[in-house]
């Protein structure tokens, strides 16, 4: 995996040598040879540097599709310029190592809100122009200095039917109480969300939970540890239900509705006390694209993009004005829909922003 | 120590081994004495290795049987034979010193540690290789290795002592050499040894008697002078030694070179006579091929302080020997 | 001049530009992983103080260990086991078994990772079939946990075990085990008394080779594992990737590099390392 975004980099850096005229015809194909990487393949890679486009870079899979059919054709169709990927998953780290490296090959990366905070004061990361994205298109608090929130993603948990029969888990006190719902339960590996439901479960108010009290989140994991799997993707906790290796599960509710049509509803979704996450576009610092990118943002928080991305992806309009609109069939399983927005909580990206580090390490540290 | 005055003795009766399809010993039947040294020589694919191993008891026999001093071993195990075995190559155990070697036969019987320490300082001395004994066999010379792999197989006193061909890494003049401290500890230990050579001038100069080998069958066995002096068989007469055949009378004779002599002066005994065709020189004796007038060629082997005056290429020549000289062998 | 000409081999002007760009793309990373040790967030140790301060590392590294050694007990006991058979069958076997051996070496860890979950998962096909015979009640934990770790990462080394073993048992001398068997010593004391011994530099190699591959384990556990089981690859790689402690990641990472160095200096301490890396027996 690295190895090969290591070869892409080598190669893309050849690429643009060759182009300049600081790399001969023969090298840079020798280069191409020895990595066993076809001439076009990176010629293409290349291209994503010139400024006829924007570079989005994803987690691949279908939201490569989605982004591209929610937001590029409208943003090609208003400003002429094309959409481009790189699907190797924009990690805190891998920001950070491309700014560091000046070799900047994307222009907005789909990130997490905070990762806003954790890497914009650092530098590395473009402030955005709220002269051309709007704040007004998302929801309070959610459009901060380096990151806009253009969808909602939610933690909530799935239930075993057949498990609990009658009588089903309602809320995070239900899901640690192992006791009245006995059983495997998984969580997330990453601290997020884990932490805020452990403290919704211990009785802290959902508006009331930051900054967190860390010893006290934690205590109420380790309470359950041994009831509890954790998973690092959301593959896994997918199969973690479908394989029954748990009857509950803390999970994304766009995959929670996944494993409702795979399990033919035995597993049901709770979006009770669901923590709604703001997933954020970020522009890395001296993306190719330049200022550009901006109009893309902006396309992405216009409604048409905020539905298609709902249909598409399962993940949640954050621009109001989109609420209302949320179809019927997408209700119980939109976080931002009538049916559910009274129900949910909100993650404090400047909390996480500042503290998730600290936080993920101490989590992974009472979990293993 | 078993007493080895009483045993050593091996009886083979009519033993066979196949490999698939193929014969590589064919009905061997043979007695060894006690305390005897026994070679069996033949050219490679005889079946002298495979009736070795199958005394060895590291193949088993197809056919027959074989006993030691009367009560059959065919179903002893290898390790159960109590029969020393000096390897071609030597296997000696690399990773061990000389003085573990030697001792590993008696440390595997578990016996005592100074017991172990006194038999092998008395190996050490009988092969005269007390100053090497905390080496390992790669700081050893090809000889010294050699020495030490026949000592490590009689360290137990093993009844037999099995020999397969343990020269053949050697250069001819250590081999020499080495021959003469074999014979010398064959005679100290009173060990039966087994010998397997392909290589006739060992065979003579070693064993008391030799067992020639052809084919996976016995050709014929017998002191080495009664092989020499009398070979049964043309493959006989020329494995061992060289041999003229000169047909007479409708039966095939074999003439040793040295048991010609050379003449000029054509006197009545003649019993063939030719020209010379050539003179190879030897050293201690020199090689004369003649081309006798009844068509045969005839080696003479002579000395070469005789017939200085007479011997030149194309010179007529009468050849002359004493009719004992001449034996009649079994194969026409 | 002169006298450096006198001592360096003429091929080495010939190997030199390549030698220096291996070094350099060798060390220098390494340099780069010490030197952030160092100066990452601070300059100063204050990375590797933490070792002291923190009982989570030290459990961390505590837990690596451990499954490294236990795996690499495994693996090479059970390869030395098919090593010797592999040696010691007809061609024709051995031959299969060797292309079994290859062939796994080319299925993704991924693949192998999840179908310990499909065969031996909560409702696996073992534990399905044991219940079904009614030999259990309750489904047996072989996954996502320590033993599910160690499972998965003893499948995976098996084949690395196997090859260098396999490597030094085809350069023994059979006849030497034959003269064990004609001195006296039976099966078990042949075994013990020469052909270990013999084999014990392909052991040393298999087990080196071993343990330092599954030091930088990553998936197997990640998965196997249910997330309670960290090791120390996949705590620099959080460290890297998700929390931007690239002091840590680097402390840790130079951590691991001096325990192999001193490992391999320990081994060297014993035995000659040429004779481990393919040098001859004896």
């Known amino acids: 995996m690295q190895d090969k975004q290591f070869m892409k980099e080598m190669l893309t850096e050849g690429a643009h040598a060759y182009k300049e005229g600081r790399m001969d015809r023969r090298s840079f194909l020798a280069l191409c040879g020895a990595s066993g990487v076809a001439l076009s393949s990176v010629m293409a890679g290349d291209a994503e540097a010139a400024a006829d486009h924007v570079v989005m870079w994803n987690w691949g899979g279908q939201s490569e599709e989605c982004h591209g059919s929610a937001i590029g054709d409208a943003f090609t169709a208003s400003t002429g310029k094309g959409l481009k990927f790189d699907t190797s998953g924009p990690l805190e780290g891998k920001i950070k190592e491309m700014v560091d490296s000046g070799n900047v090959t994307a222009d907005v990366a789909d990130a997490d809100l905070f990762n806003a905070v954790s890497l914009g004061p650092t530098g590395h990361l473009e402030p955005i122009d709220y002269s051309v994205v709007s704040k007004d298109k998302t929801l309070p608090g959610y459009a901060l200095e380096y990151g806009v929130s253009v969808i909602l993603y939610g933690y909530a948990f799935v239930y075993d039917t057949e498990a609990y029969g009658d009588n089903p888990p309602q809320s995070w006190a239900d899901f640690f109480d192992t006791a009245k719902f006995p059983g495997m339960r998984s969580l997330y590996k990453w601290a997020n969300g884990s932490l805020e439901a452990a403290l919704m479960a211990d009785g802290v108010a959902g508006d009331a939970l930051y900054p967190l009290d860390m010893d006290r989140a934690l205590a109420k994991i380790k309470s359950i540890k041994d009831d509890s799997l954790y998973w690092g993707s959301g593959s896994e906790a997918h199969s973690m239900c479908v394989n029954g290796e748990v009857t509950m599960g803390m999970i994304w509710q766009n995959r929670g509705r996944n494993i409702e049509n795979d399990t033919d509803g035995r597993f049901k979704l709770v979006n009770n006390q669901a923590m709604a996450m703001p997933g954020a576009y970020i522009v890395p610092k001296g993306n190719p694209a330049g200022a550009a990118v901006m109009q893309f943002i902006a396309t992405a928080q216009e409604v048409p993009a905020q539905l298609a991305l709902l249909d598409c992806l399962g993940m949640t309009p954050s621009n109001p004005a989109a609420f209302g609109e949320i179809p019927e069939d997408q209700q119980d399983y939109a976080i931002t829909s009538a049916k559910n927005i009274d129900k949910i909580v909100y993650n404090d990206p400047e909390w996480w922003g500042k503290n998730g580090g600290d936080a993920v390490n101490a989590f992974l540290e009472a979990i293993s | 120590m078993p007493d080895l005055a009483n045993t050593g003795s091996l009886q083979i009766r009519d033993v066979s081994k196949m490999f698939g399809t193929f014969q590589a010993v064919d009905g061997v039947t043979l007695d060894i004495e006690k305390g005897e040294f026994l070679t069996l020589l033949g050219p490679s694919g005889s079946g002298k290795t495979t009736l070795l191993m199958m005394i060895a008891g590291f193949l088993d026999i197809t056919n027959g049987d074989i006993a030691l001093d009367g009560s059959s071993i065919t179903d002893v195990p290898a390790e159960k034979r109590n029969f020393g075995m000096v390897f071609q190559g030597y296997a000696l155990f690399p990773h061990m010193s000389v003085r573990d070697n030697i001792g590993y036969a008696l440390s595997v019987r578990k016996r005592p540690a100074p017991e172990i320490k006194a038999r092998v300082d008395e190996m050490l001395d009988l092969v005269q290789l007390q100053e090497f004994a905390d080496r390992k066999p790669t700081q050893l010379s090809g000889g010294q290795q050699q020495r030490v792999a026949l000592a490590r197989a009689l360290c137990f006193a093993p009844p037999v002592l099995l020999l397969d061909e343990p020269l053949g890494a050697l250069d001819k003049k250590l081999r020499v050499e080495v021959q003469e401290q074999l014979k010398d500890i064959h005679r100290r230990v009173g060990t039966t040894f087994i010998y397997v050579t392909h290589d006739q001038e060992e065979a003579l100069s070693m064993s008391d008697r030799i067992v020639i080998m052809r084919d996976g069958a016995i050709e014929q066995v017998g002191t080495p002078k009664e092989l020499y002096e009398r070979p049964a068989t043309k493959f006989a007469a020329s494995f061992l030694g060289k041999s003229n055949f000169i047909r007479q009378g409708g039966k ?4 040793r070179p040295e048991k010609i002599d050379l003449r000029t002066d054509h006197g009545g005994d003649a019993r063939a006579s030719g020209s010379i065709r050539s003179i190879t020189y030897f050293g201690s004796m020199q090689r004369i091929i003649v081309d006798t007038e009844q068509g045969d060629e005839i080696e003479v082997d002579i000395d070469v302080w005789r017939n200085q005056e007479i011997l030149s290429e194309g010179a007529a020549v009468d050849l002359l020997w004493q009719d004992a000289a001449a034996v009649e062998l079994k194969d026409n | 001049m002169h006298a450096l000409r006198k001592h360096l081999h003429p091929g080495w002007l010939i190997i030199a530009p390549l030698l220096v760009l291996v070094l350099a793309l060798y060390l220098g990373p390494i340099l780069n992983i010490l030197w952030l040790s160092i100066t990452d967030p601070e300059p100063g140790f204050g990375n590797y103080a933490k070792l002291g301060e923190s009982d989570a590392l030290v459990r961390i590294i505590w837990t690596t260990v451990r499954i490294c050694i236990i795996t690499t007990i495994f693996s090479v006991t059970l390869g030395y086991s098919i090593a010797y058979a592999m040696v010691h069958c007809h061609q024709r076997q051995k031959n299969y078994m060797l292309t079994l051996l290859l062939v796994s070496f080319w299925i993704s860890i991924l693949v192998r990772t999840f179908s310990w979950l499909m065969l031996l998962g909560r409702k696996g096909l073992v534990n399905v079939a044991l219940e079904d015979i009614g030999l259990i009640v309750e489904p047996i934990a072989f996954m996502r946990n320590e033993l599910g770790v160690l499972i998965g990462m003893i499948h995976y080394m098996i084949p690395y075990a196997v090859l260098p073993l396999l490597v030094s048992m085809q350069a023994i001398d059979h006849r030497v085990m034959d003269a064990s068997r004609n001195l006296g010593a039976t099966g078990s004391q042949t075994f013990w008394r020469i052909y270990l011994p013999l084999t014990t530099p392909g052991l040393v190699a298999s087990t080196l080779l071993v343990f330092i591959l599954s030091l930088g384990f990553y998936v197997t556990p990640a998965v196997l594992g249910g997330g309670k089981v960290l090791m120390v690859a996949e705590y620099i790689s959080v460290q890297l990737l998700v929390t931007l402690k690239w002091g840590t990641a680097a402390m840790l990472a130079a951590l691991m590099l001096f325990g192999v160095l001193a490992m391999l200096w320990i081994m060297s301490r014993f035995m000659k390392l040429s004779t481990v890396f393919g040098g001859a027996a004896r």
């Open chain 2, 252 to 255: 095939t004779f074999a003439l």
